[in-house]
């Protein structure tokens, strides 16, 4: 292996030079840092084409909401408001928590902050869980505990700020009743046993049956108990904030002419911002932070598809806009557009860029694809216009959503085996820090649709079970990230003159799994 330039990792004396790679994860670290302080602390910004309405814990949904005196007080003030017109602007006070889910946004509204202090949260947990009142033993257990109020489905369970957080079981559901997964229906689950490990919980919701036995989730009601174990006993009593990624999303909708700009928004079970088609949405200087986990639905043996993206476009899009964010612990992908292969309608992906990011520890740091509509149809789906540069992207697959069944699907870019339908795609100048099993997941149905990629800095684990991942018009292989990684890109086509790092072993963090 000849020397190579001065990015990328070289060989010394025969051996692949770690100590190389140590200095460059630290130097990605303090660019990071700087990166989130610089997210941190960025100013509102906001065009005015007509009223700005103020949000505030110590408002009244009865004012006006025109200033900061008679400020609207809540979420549900907000969300689809009548009142609101495009070119208006809705500001959220800093400093403030304001407690709430399903934000409906309305067409060509901008929602920011203003004052002094840190973003505005909204947090999608119905409630601190905290409080010893707020949980009883289960009779006939030691150390399982029953949380008071009925809930919807909860995909988290996220104590003092995420320095614990759960691991959720979810048995199969078949004809009404809850199994041991992956015992075909033949072992009843019962959590009394089955919860044997501290915050392991369990939400036994109560569902409407589809005619083949599986649970609808949109049928409503489907709320019911929460189950913890906590081996240090009451939950309430160990921490002192215990919320709950309930089943739903923070803000949603908009259909056109959206910003949303520094807000924070946090603990959603669903997604972060959830939208369909759409048009000019731009997403900025903004938090998301443990997104995901609840269910989806239940595919016809019983299991379960499990939900969580920071920021998803399911859909056609035009001018999509996601920059300086800071992403972290998501279940699914920290951003993503998105369609599946069904259907005849028309799906335009146009213009579309994620840049100047910092994603930590989401499955999928940016996700995309666009699936082949039904045989017959003639309807036109493809992607034009797609930039993915200058993200910092950390720890693919070592977050909570390590947790799926799905153990080798992580990836910091990943567009799975879609059609996927292509033109002028380029990721460029991105670092791609380590993944728990693929840095890139880029796959399409014809070769001339790949992205382009340029000036992107890869570090990897060398011969481990994480690898630099499947790359090519349906790509069959997952290619090894191994000691000529740098010349196998350059051979296939992917990456020319690649900076290529190597990291000695697999020792980010352990992920409990269940």
């Known amino acids: 292996m000849a020397c190579c330039k001065k990015k990328c990792t070289c060989e010394k004396n025969g051996a692949v030079d770690f100590e190389k790679t140590k200095a460059l994860i630290a130097e990605i670290d303090v660019k990071a840092e700087k990166l989130k302080k610089k997210i941190l602390e960025s100013k509102s910004k906001y065009k005015v ?103 919807p489905d909860v995909g988290m369970i996220t104590c003092d700020d995420g320095a614990s957080h759960g691991v959720k079981h979810i048995p199969d559901y078949i004809d009404g009743k809850f199994y041991v997964r992956d015992t075909d229906g033949k072992v009843p689950y019962d959590f009394k046993t089955e919860l044997k490990e501290n915050l392991h919980f369990f939400h036994e919701g109560v569902y409407t049956l589809f005619p083949d036995g599986r649970p609808n989730m949109y049928g409503g009601p489907t709320t019911g108990k929460l189950y913890v174990y906590c081996d240090m006993g009451n939950p309430g009593a160990v921490y002192s904030s215990i919320e709950f990624n309930i089943r739903a999303s923070g803000l949603r909708g908009g259909q056109k002419n959206v910003t949303v700009d520094n807000l924070c928004i946090m603990y959603a079970g669903v997604h972060g911002i959830a939208c369909g088609t759409m048009e000019n949405l731009t997403v900025r200087n903004c938090v998301f932070g443990w997104i995901g986990g609840a269910i989806q639905m239940y595919t016809e043996k019983g299991r379960v598809v499990r939900l969580g993206n920071s920021i998803e476009i399911y859909g056609g899009c035009k001018n999509y806009m996601v920059e300086n964010n800071y992403i972290y612990q998501c279940y699914d992908a920290g951003a993503t557009h998105q369609f599946s292969a069904y259907g005849k309608n028309d799906i335009i992906m146009e213009n579309t860029t994620y840049r ?148 000695e072993n697999d020792d980010v963090c352990e992920i409990p799994n269940w």
Not at 54 to 75: E, H, I, M, Q, Y
Not at 410 to 438: G, L, P, Q, T, V
């Open 49 to 151: 084409k007509g009223n700005v309405y103020f949000v505030s814990p110590l408002g009244n949904d009865s004012n006006d909401g025109l200033t900061p005196l008679s400020a609207w007080k809540t979420l549900a003030r907000v969300s689809g408001a009548p009142d609101l017109n495009p070119g208006d602007v809705v500001l959220f006070q800093r400093g403030a928590m304001f407690r709430g889910n399903n934000v409906l946004m309305m067409p060509g509204v901008t929602y920011s902050a203003y004052g002094e202090g840190a973003k505005p949260i909204i947090n999608c947990s119905p409630e601190n869980g905290a409080g010893a009142s707020n949980w009883k033993k289960v009779p006939g257990t030691k150390n399982i505990w029953v949380y008071k109020n009925a809930l």
């Open 356 to 503: 100047n990011n910092l994603i930590e520890y989401c499955i999928y740091s940016i996700e995309y694809f666009l699936g082949k509509c039904e045989e017959g149809s003639n309807a036109t789906r493809y992607m034009k216009n797609t930039f993915i540069y200058n993200n910092i992207m950390r720890y693919a697959g070592f977050g909570f959503g390590e947790q799926r069944p799905d153990k080798t699907s992580a990836a910091h870019i990943k567009s799975w085996d879609h059609f996927n339908k292509s033109e002028n795609f380029i990721i460029e100048n991105n670092i791609m820090d380590r993944s728990r099993h693929m840095l890139v997941h880029i796959a399409c149905h014809d070769k001339e649709w790949l992205p382009e990629s340029r000036n992107n800095t890869y570090i990897q684990y060398l011969n481990h079970t994480g690898t630099f991942g499947r790359y090519d018009k349906a790509p069959s292989t997952n290619i090894r990230y191994t000691e000529d990684i740098k010349k196998v890109l350059d051979e296939q086509g992917i990456e020319k003159d690649a900076n290529v790092y190597f990291a």
